[in-house]
């Protein structure tokens, strides 16, 4: 029986859909069965970060609809063993969908995948409702800024008060530099504040946008770049390893370090 | 702690992290009590419990709210008093 992930945030534009995008890639170099299912109907993205936007017949509404069965909808990522898109309707109204749809689709992939991984749209309205709605698990997305930290604290309200079973946090585009400045949240201010587990940082890296450019998630290319290592990082986490976080700040002096240590900074 | 932070902490600046960890702290307390409309009510209701075993309180006369000033959370209760019980220790 399979896992079904969604990846929420409340806030828009803090990396829903690219964290999708290479977690499934990383599971599915992982040997996993992966469908990614874009919920966010109106506005379809995770077809071009996935680079298969040319490929699509059937959308998520023709399945709840019954216009084609669920299969003829799966696009197949040649690039990966096992990797399957479902894309989201572009024309059609948010509506389209409901909660009881959407967790009977969830319940016949799980019979077949491994992980269904739910891309979420932002806010906290009816497509929100309906893309936690078949889900086992959250993944919360955030940025360590106020307003993203704020949503991500509503919505881990509104999914603690659901049937999701658990929710753990990855906070995405941090900057060490800025960090090590005071000008920006900490790992450790953003985890006091929500009191959520943590399952991965992702720094903010133009590897990312590169990549997203080309279609071809980080998780992907074995280029060391620190956002692919992060990501694969949480695919283990995903799949029960213990990994230690990156550390962010080797590059610091000595001196910085030692205080950090003793807690003097 | 890098020159910023030193020159911030030298002139008791606070650093733009840490007015934004405040802020969030602040707004949050807000957000999460004025999410579920009964969380007050229920407050309400405990803290009357309470202060009974004391002293008899007009319930129809009493309000706990919330309100925020410049840098904190702060909960008022005022209760109207008909009675204090005569044999409490
Ligand atoms: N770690 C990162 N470093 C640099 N850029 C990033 C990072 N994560 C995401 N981005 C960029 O931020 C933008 C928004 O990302 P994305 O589309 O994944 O967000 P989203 O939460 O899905 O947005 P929406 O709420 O609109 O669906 C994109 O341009 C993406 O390339
Ligand atoms: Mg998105």
Redesign the interface.
């Known amino acids: 029986m399979g896992e079904v992930i969604v990846i929420t945030s409340g806030k828009g534009g803090v990396g829903k859909t690219t964290t999708t995008a290479n977690l499934g890639v990383g599971l599915a170099l992982a040997e996993k069965k992966v469908v990614l299912i874009d919920a966010d109907i109106g506005l379809r993205n995770l077809d071009v970060v996935m680079g298969l936007e040319n490929r699509i017949v059937y959308d998520l509404v023709d399945v709840v609809e019954g216009r084609c069965r669920t299969k003829q909808a799966l696009i197949r990522d040649k690039r990966y063993h096992n990797l399957f898109l479902l894309p989201a309707a572009q024309t059609r109204d948010k509506n389209a969908v409901s909660p009881e749809q959407m967790k009977k689709l969830c319940q016949e992939l799980k019979e077949e995948y491994d992980f269904i991984l739910v891309d979420c749209p932002a806010g906290i309205e009816q497509g929100f409702r309906n893309a936690i709605a078949g889900a086992d698990q959250a993944l919360i997305v955030t940025t360590p ?2 307003s993203a ?2 949503d991500a ?2 919505i881990i ?1 509104l999914v603690e008060a659901g049937e999701i079973k658990m929710s753990r946090l990855i906070i995405n585009r941090l900057r060490p530099d800025m ?8 790992i450790d ?1 953003i985890l006091e ?1 929500l009191a959520i587990e943590l399952i991965g940082v992702v720094p903010d890296d133009e590897k990312i946008i590169i990549s997203t450019n080309r279609g071809e998630p980080v998780a992907a290319l074995n280029d060391g770049s620190p956002s692919g290592k992060a990501y694969r990082n949480i695919v283990r986490r995903l799949l029960g390893e213990t990994v230690p976080f990156l550390d962010f700040y080797k590059n610091q002096s000595f001196l ?1 370090r030692l ?1 950090r240590i003793i807690g ?2 | 702690m890098n020159l910023r932070a030193l020159l911030n902490a030298l002139t008791g600046r606070k650093s733009s992290k840490d007015v934004a960890k405040e802020r969030l702290r602040l707004v949050l307390v807000h957000d999460r009590a004025s999410v579920s409309p009964e969380f007050l009510e229920k407050i309400k209701e405990e803290i009357i419990r309470v202060i009974s075993k004391y002293m008899e309180i007009d319930e129809s006369n009493t309000v706990v709210n919330m309100h925020r000033s410049d840098d904190s959370a702060i909960l008022e209760a005022n209760l109207a008093i008909k009675a204090i019980r005569r044999n409490i220790h």
Do not use: C, T
Request: no cysteine; proline share 0%; hydrophobic share 35%.
């Open positions: 800024e106020v930290v704020r604290d509503r309200g960090v090590k400045r005071g000008d920006m949240l900490d201010d504040i910085s205080k003097l900074s």
